[in-house]
């Protein structure tokens, strides 16, 4: 895990990314506050497993935009797991992204999440995913806590 704040690679400030060379019902606030600015990245070698073939959503070996999602999703996990209380996850709640580049079997990318929002239970983080020439895809992850127990137990 790591703080970044050098903006920099083609095309990161358009997507504002920072890139280096009460009970709801499906938990609870958390009662550990979470700081903005948490930050967190992934590196992922680009292997067959990782492809749009492999995933079922494309014909083409390059990464898929479903491992890209996950790649953020992760990130996001990452940045803000040591500040919930025990019990207490993160889920998912809304991806928003836009993968503009594609990236070959064999290749490196890094994701990036940084918290960026917090409403009540919600968390909105910003996150890239750069390769070595830049920019692979960016976007918003929205993700909420929740109580693992009462989160299962609501589960169908």
Same mark, same amino acid.
């Given at each position: 895990?790591? !703080?970044? !704040?050098?903006?920099?690679?083609?095309?990161?400030?358009?997507?504002?990314?920072?890139?280096?060379?009460?009970?709801?019902?499906?938990?609870?606030?958390?009662?550990?506050?979470?700081?903005?600015?948490?930050?967190?990245?992934?590196?992922?070698?680009?292997?067959?497993?990782? !492809?749009?073939?492999?995933?079922?959503?494309?014909?083409?070996?390059?990464?898929?935009?479903?491992?890209?999602?996950?790649?953020?999703?992760?990130?996001?996990?990452?940045? @803000?797991?040591?500040?919930?209380?025990?019990?207490?996850?993160?889920?998912?709640?809304?991806?928003?992204?836009?993968?503009?580049?594609?990236?070959? @079997?064999?290749?490196?990318?890094?994701?990036?999440?940084?918290?960026?929002?917090?409403?009540?239970?919600?968390?909105?983080?910003?996150?890239?995913?750069?390769?070595?020439?830049?920019?692979?895809?960016?976007?918003?992850?929205?993700?909420?806590?929740?109580?693992?127990?009462?989160?299962?137990?609501?589960?169908?």
């Amino acid at each position: 895990m790591s !703080t970044r !704040t050098d903006p920099g690679a083609r095309g990161a400030s358009r997507w504002g990314c920072r890139l280096a060379a009460g009970k709801g019902t499906a938990g609870i606030v958390p009662t550990v506050p979470v700081q903005l600015g948490l930050s967190a990245d992934v590196e992922l070698e680009v292997g067959d497993n990782d !492809t749009a073939i492999a995933h079922g959503s494309g014909s083409v070996p390059v990464l898929a935009t479903p491992r890209v999602v996950a790649l953020c999703e992760e990130a996001a996990c990452l940045a @803000v797991a040591s500040q919930l209380a025990e019990g207490e996850t993160t889920v998912g709640l809304r991806v928003e992204l836009a993968h503009v580049a594609p990236i070959a @079997v064999g290749s490196k990318v890094k994701a990036e999440a940084t918290l960026d929002k917090v409403e009540g239970r919600r968390l909105i983080f910003t996150v890239c995913v750069n390769d070595a020439s830049g920019l692979v895809a960016a976007g918003k992850v929205t993700r909420a806590t929740v109580d693992v127990k009462g989160f299962l137990e609501k589960a169908r």
